[in-house]
């Protein structure tokens, strides 16, 4: 007698009773329960969102607060844990948002530097159309604060030798004065102590002259 083989799994059938591991396979296959599976994407896909939720960790913008609220451990603390629940790779939300601050500034630069034309015009901001500007309106006092801190000028000193360190108005300045300078600044002090020290030896020997009568 020939032995029987199954048609699906291939198994030897020595019984009627062979069930098809094949079958059994699927059946359990057919039992698991879908599991969500977490997708780490590489793009934001929503701008607004991370815009969101960037604004509800003040130390990642506002450069205000006091460094030990912001320190090094608390950013990166931070942006990781927008990174997870955005389900972003690592260095996703801090790189966009980077860009997206970037493209802030630059609009409203623009939008300081827009003058109205002709007389009548009324002197109204720009109207700037990049989708995201007005919801990033709580960066505009910590950027406007920095620009403030650029534009004042630190005080050099002077390296021209000849310019007068005491200056006097020209109406009550002496003819006769001069300017004093770190050159002559020397010679007119010696020349000053001289002349004290000869005017003092001449008060002495009036003295002594007169102590005789």
């Known amino acids: 007698m020939d032995n029987a083989y199954c048609t699906d799994c291939g198994e030897l059938l020595d019984s009627s009773d062979h069930i098809c591991c094949l079958n059994k396979n699927e059946e359990s296959n057919n039992n698991w329960e879908p599991f969500d599976e977490i997708v780490l994407q590489s793009e934001v896909p929503n701008i607004e969102e991370l815009i969101n939720e960037v604004f509800r960790r003040p130390p990642l913008w506002n450069s205000s607060l006091p460094y030990e609220n912001r320190g090094p451990a608390t950013i990166k603390f931070l942006w990781s844990e927008i990174d997870e629940k955005l389900n972003l790779y690592p260095g996703t939300a801090c790189s966009k948002w980077r860009n997206l601050r970037d ?3 630059r609009k409203l630069s623009e939008q300081n530097k827009y003058v109205p034309s002709g007389s009548a ?3 109204k901001p720009k109207p700037v159309s990049w989708p995201y500007f007005e919801l ?3 960066l505009r006092s910590t950027v406007t604060r920095r620009k403030t ?3 004042i000028k630190p005080l050099i000193p002077s390296t021209n ?3 007068c360190y005491l200056k006097e108005p ?5 003819q006769n004065s001069t300017c ?4 002559n600044y020397r010679s007119s002090t010696y020349k000053n102590d001289t002349f004290l020290e000869k005017n003092s030896a001449s008060s002495s020997s009036i003295l002594q002259v007169i102590q005789k009568f």
Do not use: H, I, W
């Open 170 to 174: 020209l109406k009550e300045r002496d």
């Open 103 to 105: 493209t802030y500034v």
């Open 180 to 183: 004093v300078t770190p050159s």
């Open 161 to 163: 030798k000849n310019k």
């Open 121 to 123: 015009a009324e002197a």
């Open 136 to 138: 990033m309106g709580f």
């Open 149 to 151: 801190f650029s534009n």
